[in-house]
């Protein structure tokens, strides 16, 4: 796929299935899958998310999930995990960020070059 400037969120539907990827400074940035540990934690936030949806009115989100945003530097988002309590979407991505995401730190994005990308 063609990575361009000012990418749309329907550019991430052209993804290929199996693919992750983001909009970021208006380009598409495709996701690498992430390794056992990484994916096993976010998997297990999701599922004690999950339970807590009847208590906090809901639903919670694995993986691989699109959020439409509108940040300075992002139209879209995919956390490891997420909670969220706007409206469903259908097929589509939801709308708007999730009230709680996480995102699990993966092999990579250790050192001193990975600590200088994190947003605090």
């Given at each position: 796929m063609?990575?361009k400037p000012n990418?749309?969120?329907?550019?991430?539907?052209q993804?290929?299935?199996d693919?992750?990827?983001?909009?970021?400074?208006?380009?598409?940035?495709?996701?690498?899958?992430?390794?056992?540990?990484?994916?096993?934690?976010?998997?297990?936030?999701?599922?004690?998310?999950?339970?807590?949806?009847?208590?906090?009115?809901?639903r919670?989100?694995?993986?691989?999930?699109?959020?439409r945003v509108?940040?300075p530097d992002?139209?879209?988002?995919?956390?490891d995990a997420?909670?969220?309590t706007?409206k469903?979407?259908?097929?589509?991505?939801?709308?708007?960020?999730p009230?709680?995401?996480?995102?699990v730190r993966?092999e990579?994005d250790?050192?001193?070059?990975?600590e200088?990308?994190?947003?605090?």
């Amino acid at each position: 796929m063609t990575i361009k400037p000012n990418a749309k969120i329907e550019d991430l539907y052209q993804i290929p299935e199996d693919g992750k990827a983001e909009i970021v400074h208006g380009e598409i940035i495709l996701m690498s899958p992430t390794g056992d540990m990484p994916a096993r934690a976010g998997f297990k936030i999701a599922m004690r998310l999950s339970e807590a949806e009847g208590r906090l009115h809901g639903r919670a989100y694995p993986d691989n999930v699109g959020f439409r945003v509108n940040l300075p530097d992002r139209a879209s988002f995919s956390p490891d995990a997420a909670f969220y309590t706007g409206k469903s979407t259908g097929m589509k991505f939801l709308e708007g960020a999730p009230d709680f995401a996480v995102e699990v730190r993966s092999e990579n994005d250790y050192g001193p070059e990975a600590e200088r990308g994190i947003v605090k």
